[in-house]
């Protein structure tokens, strides 16, 4: 079972004429750690073909993946879906740990005209080098983060609870920066 510890509620943080960020309702979340030969029997069990290369997505029925590592995957599912995904797992005969993460995380959602340009005021990596459906594990103002590219100006970022207020008051200041260079 998942609680909630967020002090973010889903919702517009901020939204300006170069970025709006807001935060998402919470997902079922997993952290799977397995090596290559496992991946086969997993991927059939949790009903997608596990992506293995580091920072490559892939999305099955009610189900997405990214490869964080050469033995690491976070996936999202609906909060109901993470029952039936560890047992699901359970069943595979090969060595691996599907954990439930699903309370330790805040998605915030950064979309606009300036959303890369949002985004590099606290990460160093270059934010274009990052192409569409695909994500990264990256810093953003020295707190660990997985960037999610869902389009050119549209991207998730999962931020642990503890970070989230903090990351989230440094984007609303940024998109409110933007928009008074355009003003």
């Known amino acids: 079972m998942s609680i909630e510890i967020s002090s973010l509620t889903p919702g517009v943080l901020v939204e300006t004429r170069a970025a709006r960020v807001s935060t998402q309702p919470a997902p079922g979340r997993l952290s799977l750690r397995a090596r290559k030969p496992a991946l086969p029997a997993l991927g059939a069990a949790l009903g997608l073909s596990l992506p293995e290369r580091i920072g490559q997505r892939a999305a099955g029925d009610g189900i997405e993946a990214i490869c964080l590592g050469p033995d690491e995957w976070t996936i999202l599912t609906s909060a109901d879906g993470v029952a039936g995904l560890m047992a699901a797992s359970a069943g595979v005969d090969q060595p691996h740990s599907l954990v439930d993460i ?14 890369s340009d949002l985004l590099t005021l606290g990460c160093p990596r270059d934010i274009d080098g990052i192409a569409v459906g695909e994500g990264r594990r990256t810093v953003f103002d020295g707190a660990t983060v997985v960037l999610w590219r869902d ?33």
């Open 151 to 183: 389009a050119d100006n549209s991207f998730r970022m999962d931020i642990w609870n503890s970070f989230a207020p903090h990351l989230a008051q440094l984007l609303d200041v940024g998109a409110r920066e933007l928009a008074a260079e355009s003003a």
């Open 102 to 115: 699903s309370g330790r995380e805040v998605t915030l959602r950064i979309d606009g005209p300036r959303a």
